[in-house]
Each structure stands twice: as structure tokens, then as C-alpha cells.
């Protein structure tokens, strides 16, 4: 599986993938069915959204009988951590700690999840920088305003 492939997964398809994480190995006709009653997409418009799937490696297929069976090639998590590291490398430096932050402040977590994060928080506070370098210019110490603009 490529990484790469990940990041090209359109808002429509994670939602096939989604189905299929949850319900395993699955069948065309039900994954069409399951689907159908959350949008309002016609079998052809799966189909196509399948299609993709499997061009771009994340989905397989295996044929049994007449029907077609699709399970994932990635699994949940990994594809769910690969995307948002995608979208972290992208970000200033300097203000990832604010869109973490403002992803748990939206985000409903359990007692487990806020756990271990308070776990991970500790352990990061002791080693962590005042403050974190601009990564957006090359040598930009010098002209850096991103804190200055970290409230945008």
C-alpha cells in the first residue's frame, strides 16, 4: 500500500472505507445497501467510488461465486494517522500545538482517550521548549511573524 494513496482519499470514499473497516470483508450488495441508507447515492456512484478504492490499492477484491467481496488493504488507523501526519507536516511549526488543541476542544473523547493524554501531556511537559521554532521560511528567525499572526 502506498502512503501516498492515503492522502488521495476523497470525503466519499473514506465513508465507503469507514463501512468496510467496521464491518470487515463485505459484499458489494451490502456495502451498496449499507450505504444507501446513509446517503443518497445510486449503485452506480458506489460502484465508481468502489472502482477507485481498488485502483488506488486500498480496497482488494476477491470474487466468490458470482458476487464480488471487498476488504481493505490498510487498516483504520494507519490510514486515519498517515492522513493527519500529512496534514501536520504541512502546518507552521509553531502553530500545531493550537490545532491540536482546538481538535480536542471539538473532538468528544472518553475518559480513556482524555487519560492518556493527560499521560502523554505530562511526559511531553518535561522536555518540551519554550517555545517552538518557525519552520516556515528557510532561516526565518529573523523575519518570523507567525506568533504574532497565531491567532488568525
Not at 502512503?3 to 463485505?26: A, C, D, L
Not at 504541512?90 to 482517550?113: S, V
Not at 511526559?123 to 519554550?130: E, G, L, R, Y
Request: charged residues 30%; proline residues 3%.
Amino acid at each position: 500500500m502506498d502512503p501516498e494513496k492515503v492522502s488521495e482519499i476523497t470525503p466519499s470514499e473514506w465513508e465507503i472505507m469507514r463501512i468496510i473497516w467496521t464491518k470487515g470483508p463485505v459484499h458489494s450488495r451490502e456495502l451498496i445497501d449499507l450505504i444507501q441508507r446513509k446517503r443518497d447515492w445510486t449503485e452506480s456512484t458506489v460502484k465508481t467510488l468502489l472502482g477507485r478504492l481498488v485502483k488506488k490499492g486500498l480496497l482488494k477484491t476477491d470474487k466468490v461465486d458470482r458476487k464480488f467481496i471487498y476488504s481493505t488493504t490498510v487498516g483504520e488507523l494507519e490510514a486515519m494517522n498517515l492522513t493527519s501526519q500529512q496534514l501536520f507536516d504541512h502546518l507552521c511549526a509553531m502553530k500545531k500545538g493550537q490545532t491540536i488543541y482546538n481538535l480536542i476542544e471539538h473532538t468528544e473523547l472518553n475518559k480513556t482517550d482524555i487519560e492518556r493524554l493527560q499521560t502523554l501531556l505530562q511526559q511531553k511537559a518535561k522536555t518540551a521548549p519554550t517555545m517552538v521554532a518557525c519552520d516556515c521560511l528557510p532561516d526565518s528567525a529573523d523575519d518570523c511573524v507567525c506568533e504574532e499572526n497565531s491567532n488568525d
